[in-house]
């Protein structure tokens, strides 16, 4: 399940009490883990409380309904795609023979422009991670940035390689079984990497 983080803050005049989850509406195969119910937020005060989804490698919205003693709120949740997987580890021969068994179908690339704040490979790495929840794979070439994960649900490996060029000029090279999440992927990290 994917840990979502939300905070409450009462900035009513009077306390709320018994808030809590009811009436998730979600597309087939998705499961939700509710917070524990926070049976009292004091005027002012703020509360944390954590849930999980499992969005079931889908971008879809979990929809549900918010509640507390008086009052009903209507909350949609959609995932960005880079928090759909976790980081994993690959050595650099791994990494390449997994790409070598994602290709044709399960690859696409972009040619790209670097933003001018964002031509060393300090920047790359921050950028991507930052975009998707992927870690750095080892690679012997400096012309060159490797990143893995696995899809949260199915476990489904994620490439990411990001290979410069001369005067900003760059690929991106995004390999997943999950046609979806690699396009959508591939447009988070366009846009990352070129603004």
Known sequence: MVAVQM???????????NLHIEDAK??????????PEIELLPAGETATAVMGIDFCDSTQAANFQLCTHTRKFFVSIQPPVGELMRSVFLTENEFKKEQGQL?????ITEKLTLDAKCRNEHAIVQRVTAAANLSRVPCGSDRECRFAGRTVTSGSLVLVTVATGEDGSAQLTVNCEKMVIGTMLVKDILLALTQ
């Not at 905070?7 to 009490?17: E, R």
């Not at 290709?103 to 690859?107: D, H, P």
């Open 7 to 17: 905070q409450f803050t009462n900035s009513a005049t009077a306390d709320t009490k």
């Open 26 to 35: 979600l597309q087939s195969g998705m499961r939700v883990k509710e917070f």
């Open 103 to 107: 290709m044709g179908m399960n690859e």
